[in-house]
């Protein structure tokens, strides 16, 4: 079946920008999850969503980070006035509670 | 904190060879430990999940211990082939309710022919 997929693949943006990123999840999975990962390092955490609600936003850095997932399906990542120091891959996971967690692909964030 | 460590951060070897890679936590208090697998430009594969109280897991080619007490789990691989390059990740879930995963920044595994 369809694992989990993410768009774009690639967003290219100027300082001060918004953008968002789109996670679609493995059907039935009602956990997701939004990851950050720097070039050489392993991803870090930054939101969790049991269904429609985001049940652990401890990782988001500051308050220009925000998600949605408003029909408990599909969520956005949304970064308002962009820096630079945003610049990584963004991560989607989706499970089952309890479950492992599948990985899209992810968003590359570059900010000019 | 939970804080995961893997050592060495890159590792070379020649087709053929075992290995193991390893990966350390700080709290032992753990709920479940995964290793992944990621390559260029894609996201994570997983691989095994190990439950806080198994001791190991095994998948084909792939054997991952863990030993919670010591806050080690290593990953075993056989009879290494050019195709298991990639990067190498370890993520554990805390025990007490929290979902996300606290992952170690990875090895580096080149398989060389």
């Known amino acids: 079946g369809a694992g989990v997929s993410q768009t774009p693949s690639n967003k290219v943006t100027e300082k001060g920008k918004y953008v968002e990123l789109r996670c679609d999840p493995i059907?039935?999975?009602?956990?997701l999850y939004w990851y950050r990962q720097s070039l050489g390092q392993g991803p870090e955490f930054l939101i969790y969503?049991?269904?429609?609600?985001?049940?652990?936003d401890s990782g988001l850095p500051n308050d220009r980070f925000f998600a949605v997932r408003p029909e408990g399906s599909v969520s956005t990542l949304k970064i308002q006035r962009t820096e630079r120091g945003d610049s990584a891959v963004y991560l989607c996971?989706?499970?089952?509670?309890?479950?492992?967690?599948?990985f899209g692909d992810g968003t590359r964030l570059s900010i000019l | 904190k939970q804080e995961v460590t893997q050592i060495p951060a890159a590792l070379s070897v020649p087709e053929g060879e075992n290995l193991v890679l390893n990966c350390s936590f700080t709290?032992?208090?753990?709920?479940?430990l995964q290793w992944f697998r990621q390559d260029p430009g894609k996201g994570l594969t997983s691989l095994l999940l190990?439950?806080?109280?198994?001791r190991e897991q095994t998948s084909g080619r792939l054997n991952a211990s863990l030993d919670k007490s010591s806050g080690r789990s290593t990953l075993y691989i056989a009879a290494s082939q050019p195709g298991d390059s990639a990067t190498y990740l370890c993520?554990?879930?805390?025990?007490?309710?929290?979902?996300?995963?606290?992952f170690g920044q990875g090895t580096r595994l080149t398989i060389n022919p």
């Open positions: 059907s039935g999975h009602t956990a």
């Open positions: 996971a989706s499970s089952f509670v309890g479950g492992p967690q599948h």
């Open positions: 190990i439950q806080s109280s198994q």
């Open positions: 709290d032992s208090a753990i709920y479940n």
């Open positions: 993520a554990v879930r805390d025990a007490g309710g929290a979902q996300k995963l606290v």
């Open positions: 969503f049991q269904g429609t609600g985001a049940a652990d």
